[in-house]
């Protein structure tokens, strides 16, 4: 069992940034798949980044390379995702979660947090 919530969600300026947090609980999260997804008003939920607990493998989708980087600390069961060059097409409900394979498609996930808001708008 691995229980997560997130939090860093706002409201920021199209090219500014913030950082996703993702806590986890539960004595299975360093042998984890972690991954963050999102889910705009109206549209499937898509994924966004997935690190494999076996560092420094990493999935990134292709509207987000080279702007937004996940990472973990085993040690602390959390999990980041680091946003900067932020569009207002990344406006979204982002979503943290884990299952024991690796997997960029949020049906095959396990466990979800309850999401957190980032609104990018002037």
């Known amino acids: 069992q691995v229980h997560l919530v997130e939090s860093g969600g706002g409201l920021v300026r199209p090219g500014g940034s913030l950082k996703l947090t993702c806590a986890a609980s539960?004595?299975?999260?360093?042998?984890?798949?972690m991954g963050w997804f999102r889910q705009a008003p109206g549209k499937e939920r898509e994924v966004v980044a997935v690190?494999?607990?076996?560092?420094?493998?990493?999935y990134y989708a292709d509207s987000v390379k080279g702007r937004f980087t996940i990472s973990r600390d085993n040690a602390k069961n959390t999990v980041y995702l680091q946003m900067n060059s932020l569009k207002p097409e990344d406006t979204a409900v982002y979503y943290c979660?884990?299952?024991?394979?690796?997997?960029?498609?949020?049906?095959?996930?396990?466990?979800w947090g309850q999401g957190t808001q980032v609104t990018v708008s002037s």
């Open positions: 690190v494999d607990w076996r560092l420094p493998d990493a």
């Open positions: 539960g004595n299975s999260f360093s042998n984890s798949t």
């Open positions: 979660a884990a299952d024991r394979s690796w997997s960029v498609y949020a049906v095959h996930y396990d466990y």
